[in-house]
């Protein structure tokens, strides 16, 4: 499955593209693998599990499960990315968390040359009072003067504007499961309204990088030293690999020797992985 030529579209001028139902036959069994993933990696944090007090998360988190990483493999999921960033794109790794209360504007990232996209599933019905993902249309556009102004007033709307972040002009995509939304990197989401226990996982993909900019892509991937990792993937994403879906993971393998050292830095300074 490929996106249709009006849901490109709708991606790249707004930013976003929502997808109902498209994964409704594959629900019950991605809340189940999260669930058991869950549950046997400890809740992600020494050994803890979800205390409903702040944001748990866990990454990577697909790729610590055979069953959510041929989520890589899935027709649908391949034809998203190949519609977006390409039919050699990367995939770049993935987090699983349990939400609590509200998550305030932000991007996660402000890309100006390899697009960077995310996919998001939300295992719970969410609706704009409960917790589902807000987008600000068009906000992904570096360079232009729109996007611009929203990202140099990151961090401070309430004061900018004088209005709570829950009421910022803004898209509310309402999910159940089963539902699969994608978003630029760059563009502005959050949450408002959610519970203590809100379920949700994402994977990140983006173009391949050209070999120019290979030292971006170690910059970006050093992000994930906060996580305590130590390679691009974990061990179930590996194993279970198939020729094809190296193809999608062979360019961060061959630039992660740097993790390891970083990683282990960060243990150092952490007292546990980040949340987020």
């Known amino acids: ?105 932000h991007s996660d990232g402000w890309h100006a040359s390899v697009l960077h996209i995310k996919i998001a599933f939300y295992l719970d019905p969410l609706t704009r009072d409960t917790g589902c993902l807000r987008v600000i249309p068009g906000s992904h556009r570096v360079g232009d003067g729109y996007a611009e102004q929203l990202q140099r007033s990151q961090g401070a709307w309430e004061e900018l504007f004088g209005i709570h972040g829950r009421d910022i002009p803004a898209q509310a995509l309402e999910t159940k499961p089963g539902d699969i939304l994608v978003f630029n990197h760059n563009t502005k989401h959050a949450a408002f309204g959610g519970n203590s226990r809100r379920r949700m996982f994402t994977m990140n993909l983006c ?46 393998l061959a630039n992660d020797g740097h993790l390891k050292e970083l990683a282990r830095a960060a243990r150092e300074r952490m007292a546990e992985p980040a949340r987020g």
């Open 1 to 105: 499955m490929h996106l249709t030529p009006q849901q490109k579209r709708h991606f790249e001028t707004f930013g976003f593209v929502a997808l109902p139902g498209l994964l409704g036959d594959r629900s019950a069994e991605i809340s189940d693998a999260f669930e058991e993933l869950w549950s046997r990696q400890g809740g992600g944090h020494f050994g803890q599990p979800h205390d409903g007090q702040r944001r748990s998360c866990l990454a990577p988190f697909i790729d610590h499960s055979e069953r959510l990483s041929t989520l890589l493999d899935d027709a649908r999921i391949r034809g998203i990315a190949q519609s977006l960033v390409g039919d050699d794109f990367n995939y770049m790794g993935s987090d699983g968390n349990f939400y609590v209360g509200d998550t305030g504007w």
């Open 207 to 252: 173009q391949r990088y050209p070999e120019a900019n290979l030292q971006e892509l170690r910059d970006y991937m050093s992000g994930g030293a906060r996580f305590w990792v130590e390679r691009a993937y974990g061990p179930a994403m590996l194993a279970t690999a198939t020729p094809e879906r190296m193809r999608h993971l062979e360019q961060c």
